[in-house]
């Protein structure tokens, strides 16, 4: 650990983390969910929030893709996304769905001040975030595609927009 610069547990809990929080919206696969936090701990994201029936650890599923990261990042689960999203708000973070909406704005056109609270909001692996998401949310990012598909993994997704936040905020 030492030679790779890597925190303990108890060290990455007590490092300041970078000022995001990621809503998982009705997310159904395990996978996905261990995978998100994975990511979440290596850009040391302050906590994720579990939206409606995504699953919740302590699961196997969930660990085999986390490797442990359900331990260091802060996680807790809300059953109301629109709810959770209201709070985030009211706490000053500046929440935006990841999804291709017709109002959505580039992922390389977005704007971040260094420390600006801002909330990611991932949905539902065929279904997208929620409409009710959607409305409660500041604005939609999506990432530039270019092939025949037009969507990404959820993890895939979490790790493309939480590199470009994390440039975006130490510039």
């Known amino acids: 650990m030492d030679e790779l610069q890597r925190l303990s547990q108890k060290d ?3 490092a300041e983390k970078h000022p995001v929080t990621i809503l998982l919206d009705n997310v159904r696969s395990m996978h996905n969910v ?3 936090f994975r990511t979440a701990d290596a ?3 302050e906590k ?8 919740k650890p302590p699961h196997r599923d969930i660990q085999k893709t986390a490797l442990g990261a359900t331990e260091t990042v802060q996680w ?3 059953e109301d996304a629109v709810l959770a999203i209201e709070n985030l708000k009211n706490m000053g973070y500046r929440v935006l769905a990841v999804e291709q909406t017709h109002d ?3 992922l390389q056109e977005l704007q971040l001040g260094k420390g600006e609270k801002t909330a990611l ?3 539902n692996e065929a279904e997208g975030v929620s409409e009710s998401c959607l409305a409660a949310c500041d604005g939609a990012v999506e990432i530039p595609q270019f092939g025949s598909k037009h969507s990404f993994n959820i993890s895939v997704s979490a790790g493309i927009v939480l590199w470009e936040v994390y ?5």
């Open 12 to 14: 990455f809990q007590e």
């Open 104 to 106: 959505s704005f580039l």
């Open 76 to 78: 807790e689960a809300c």
């Open 121 to 123: 909001v991932f949905g």
């Open 43 to 45: 850009f040391r994201v």
């Open 34 to 36: 261990g995978s998100v």
């Open 48 to 55: 994720i929030l579990l939206g409606g029936y995504t699953p």
């Open 167 to 171: 440039k975006k905020m130490q510039a």
